[in-house]
């Protein structure tokens, strides 16, 4: 290949990447910044003016509106979500506060001091001093940074060599947890201030400030102990249930065949997916809400296409074709949890379930060790 069409697809590539750098700008022209500001309606002596409806009236400009970002400093992106990840938590969506509550669960023995000791973690994992602090009431923090994510570094050669600017915020964070005598429930509301927001460790002009950019960081703080807090109690019940779980082949009380065992809906769906990555099942979806985890029969993983041109993967423990579809529908009834196999949307028949079981032995075996 000649050299000048090396130049040209290098070029192409570094185009394309600064393109997708911009994916919240908004797409076309931003003309309206050119509009000349016309003088106020002069309303003739002879004519009566009529009152404008105050959802049509302009607002009067204003030094912040002057310095506000505008055109492709306005990112059209929507803003950061509280998510409810962890079991109990939930969002008020009415509240203009970032704030994220927890309800008690099986499992979590004291539910404040959980939530409060991985507050405190995350605050000191990035880097964090605390100005104020109250057990399990507040935390006021000194300013600290954290790396938000990294964008190309200007110029073609850097953009060649790959050469990243990171970004960062800086601020102090104020996180305040409620929680009444009984302690089965928390609140913890966080606040951002003083927020600086740099680029290769300098600070960027207001103007050029992300949308938002207060919320984002509270939302950020919450969705990252939610998370946390999802993963260690999920850790914890499947620790919990990994001594002596045992399971017997049955039926739902629609008569469906179905794997059957001790336990709530929690402790069935914590657990499922490590039994049927045994099995030879890969989850491709999921649905807490139904119960319902989606899954392909591929023994040993799936195969990427020189494997499945040149190579036989796994049989596997099922006598099932490679790709089969198969969906699994957790429920729970009065302290037992079933779990039944699917094909085409039909619960698969009692033969095919009594096949499985020295599979499925094989599987709680692995969950117990």
């Known amino acids: 290949m000649k050299f000048k069409y090396v130049v040209l697809l290098a070029m192409g590539v570094a185009m394309v990447s600064g393109c997708t750098s911009s994916r919240d700008l908004a797409d076309g022209g931003f003309g309206y910044l050119d509009v000349e500001e016309r003088p106020p309606l002069v309303i003739p002596e002879n004519l009566e003016e009529r009152p404008s409806q105050t959802q049509f009236e302009v607002p009067a400009k204003t030094p912040e509106m002057q310095n506000a970002p505008k055109g492709a400093a306005v990112s059209i992106r929507s803003p950061r979500q509280i998510l409810a990840l962890a079991p109990g938590s939930r969002v008020e969506e009415s509240s203009r506060t970032s704030t994220l509550s927890f309800d008690a669960v099986d499992g979590v023995s004291d539910l404040p001091a959980w939530v409060w000791s991985e507050v405190e973690r995350i605050l000191r994992d990035s880097g964090a001093n605390f100005a104020e602090?109250?057990?399990?009431?507040?935390?006021?923090?000194?300013?600290?940074?954290?790396?938000?994510?990294?964008?190309?570094?200007?110029g073609f050669f850097n953009r060649i060599r790959g050469q990243r600017v990171a970004v960062e915020s800086e601020q102090t964070l104020t996180v305040a947890m409620t929680a009444p005598s009984h302690r089965r429930t928390v609140s913890v509301t966080v606040n951002a201030d003083q927020i600086n927001w740099l680029e290769d460790g300098r600070a960027v002009r207001e103007d050029r400030l992300p949308a938002m950019l207060q919320r984002n960081i509270e939302a950020d703080f919450l969705n990252t102990l939610s998370s946390n807090l999802n993963q260690s109690y999920t850790a914890g019940r499947v620790a919990a249930v990994q001594t002596g779980l045992e399971f017997d082949i049955s039926e739902t009380a629609d008569g469906y065949p179905a794997v059957r065992f001790f336990g709530d809906f929690n402790t069935g769906w914590i657990i499922w997916p490590g039994v049927m990555a045994d099995l030879g099942f890969v989850v491709e979806d999921l649905n807490q809400t139904d119960g319902m985890y989606y899954g392909e029969y591929q023994p040993g993983g799936k195969r990427g296409w020189f494997s499945r041109m040149f190579r036989?993967?796994?049989?596997?423990?099922?006598?099932?074709?490679?790709?089969?579809?198969?969906?699994?529908?957790?429920?729970?009834?009065?302290?037992?949890?079933?779990?039944?196999?699917?094909?085409?949307?039909?619960?698969?028949?009692?033969?095919?379930?009594?096949?499985?079981?020295?599979?499925?032995?094989?599987?709680?075996?692995?969950?117990?060790?």
């Open 312 to 369: 036989r993967g796994e049989r596997g423990p099922l006598d099932l074709a490679r790709g089969t579809e198969v969906n699994f529908s957790v429920d729970e009834e009065n302290g037992l949890v079933f779990v039944v196999p699917m094909i085409d949307g039909n619960p698969i028949d009692r033969s095919m379930l009594d096949a499985w079981v020295p599979a499925l032995e094989e599987a709680f075996r692995n969950l117990n060790n």
């Open 133 to 154: 602090y109250e057990d399990e009431r507040l935390i006021v923090t000194d300013r600290f940074r954290m790396q938000q994510h990294t964008i190309p570094r200007t």
